[in-house]
């Protein structure tokens, strides 16, 4: 055992130095962390970290990517890990973890190297202790320069940029409404236009706009869940992600009656244990293949000229119907009749992102 504690030391002194060419040790109470890319499954991810006693440590969520469930415990002050059957919760402030063990239903008090910290409202834990604990492989790769990680977790792939491309399909999508400003002048167009739209709405909005909510639905536009509160998902616990999912769907039914399979993560942001929690709701990820920039300010015809750049056949358009006091969103509205009127001039028909997954 002291001999493994002792490796890993070594294996996390040389990590930082060559990686990061630095040789001094980060403490907690510095006001900025430095950051690093640790390597998941081939895929870099940066993360900020802190070393003790020669020990990497970063944030506990950070593990969400890896496939992991991540939460919070408050009644006990600590960070519960979950894969399949193995389960511990890592205790802030303390040097060890508490292992759930199946078969006799119990909790077990394993030793740790290292006390979970927590620095700036964040809990840091120990990268190498954790993984491992985890079932998963840790490797540093001398020649590269790089740490990597095998998760070990197979989560089957649901992200869906776009549809077939046998078709010429496109579909127009509205994300973070309803509510009263723009909604309406979008819905007013798209009415004249007799062009079918989707809305990926936020519970808490649905909940401000009910009526509007309503407008949508009557006018056969298909809806899509948005979260309550448009939290970057990657930044909060498992639980979390499930109670924005969920809420949102329950408000959707309340005020017209029903419950999408479809979702869309604010700011485009999902970490692989996300990706896990929408398959077990049977949700579908939407994402996009023609990013507007609408929230940006752009006017019509800047919006036009980016959808005239990246379309092509089962294409996604991703535009905003968001509270803007600032009027961000007026080249969206500007540019929403010449990009149906164009696009149909190209051959393109307008369906909901339903209607495209369905061809």
């Known amino acids: 055992m002291i001999k493994n504690i002792t490796y890993l030391s070594r294996f996390m002194i040389i990590f930082v130095f060559i990686l990061l060419t630095i040789s001094t040790t980060v403490?907690?109470?510095?006001?900025?962390?430095?950051?690093?890319?640790?390597?998941?499954?081939?895929?870099?991810?940066?993360?900020?970290?802190?070393?003790?006693?020669?020990?990497?440590?970063?944030?506990?969520?950070?593990?969400?990517?890896?496939?992991?469930?991540?939460?919070?415990?408050?009644?006990?002050?600590?960070?519960?890990?979950?894969?399949?059957?193995?389960?511990?919760?890592?205790?802030?402030?303390?040097?060890?973890?508490?292992?759930?063990?199946?078969?006799?239903?119990?909790?077990?008090r394993m030793a740790l190297p290292i006390k979970t910290i927590e620095f700036n409202n964040e809990v840091f834990i120990p990268l190498v202790d954790v993984a491992r604990k985890l079932g998963m492989g840790v490797r540093y790769d001398v020649k590269l320069a790089r740490t990597f990680i095998t998760s070990n977790i197979n989560i089957k792939p649901n992200t869906i940029i776009k549809g077939e491309r046998t078709e010429k399909l496109v579909a127009l999508t509205f994300d973070d409404g309803p509510e009263s400003f723009y909604t309406p002048q979008i819905l007013d167009i798209l009415k004249e236009k007799g062009v079918p739209a989707t809305f990926f709405v936020m519970g808490k909005q649905i909940e401000a706009f009910p009526e509007e909510m309503k407008r949508i639905v009557n006018e056969n536009h298909g809806i899509g869940n948005h979260t309550w509160n448009h939290p970057n998902l990657r930044r909060v616990w498992t639980a979390t992600v499930r109670e924005e999912i969920l809420a949102t769907q329950k408000e959707m039914e309340r005020v017209v009656g029903r419950k999408p399979d479809i979702f869309r993560p604010p700011f485009g942001s999902i970490s692989k244990s996300d990706i896990a929690v929408l398959n077990e709701l049977g949700m579908?990820?939407?994402?996009?293949?023609?990013?507007?920039?609408?929230?940006?300010?752009?006017?019509?015809?800047?919006?036009?000229?980016?959808?005239h750049r990246d379309i092509t056949p089962g294409g996604i358009i991703l535009q905003h119907n968001f509270q803007s006091n600032a009027r961000l969103l007026d080249g969206t509205v500007e540019a929403l009749p010449k990009i149906i009127d164009e696009l149909r001039a190209k051959g393109y028909k307008f369906v909901t992102v339903q209607t495209l997954l369905a061809n």
């Open 284 to 307: 579908r990820n939407i994402m996009w293949s023609v990013d507007t920039l609408d929230w940006s300010g752009l006017t019509g015809d800047e919006i036009l000229e980016i959808v």
């Open 27 to 108: 403490e907690a109470n510095e006001s900025q962390l430095p950051q690093a890319p640790i390597f998941i499954d081939g895929e870099p991810f940066t993360t900020k970290y802190m070393m003790r006693d020669g020990h990497l440590l970063v944030p506990a969520i950070f593990l969400k990517n890896t496939g992991a469930y991540v939460d919070w415990n408050e009644q006990y002050s600590s960070v519960v890990f979950r894969v399949k059957d193995t389960m511990f919760a890592l205790p802030v402030g303390k040097e060890h973890s508490d292992d759930f063990i199946k078969d006799t239903n119990t909790w077990e």
